[in-house]
């Protein structure tokens, strides 16, 4: 299916008008618009990373549906992804303080989905955090 198929369907079964959509993720309704109707190209992968939330879609989803992943090779191509470069947003987003790369060649190869379970880990570590810091 071609992606601005997609996301409208997307869109759509998520009950979001297009200006809601826009207020969810933070992207221009015009830009939307534009995908949704075919006069846009594929949005990049940072975009993806701010409509996968509100369209309740894994975020790796939307990158093989954009044409970001390729099925054969099962990993990302085409794209900028960063796995490290993610995990460090994320640890500085968390406010984690200490984190060291044990066998940084294992890291590298992380899936956007991998980094996305990493994210939930990180809210589970922190909130838990927060839970036994009132306790105190």
Known sequence: MEFSKYLKKLREENKLSIRQLALYSNVSPAYLSQIENGSRGTPSPEVLKKLYKPLKVPYENLLRAAGYIDEEKKGPYNTNFNPLSEINELV???????????????????????????????????KLAKERNKKK
């Open 92 to 126: 500085e987003k968390y406010g984690i303080e200490q984190m060291g790369f044990f066998d940084i060649e294992e890291w590298k190869n992380l899936s956007p989905e991998d980094v996305r379970l990493i994210e939930e880990h990180f809210k589970m570590i922190v």
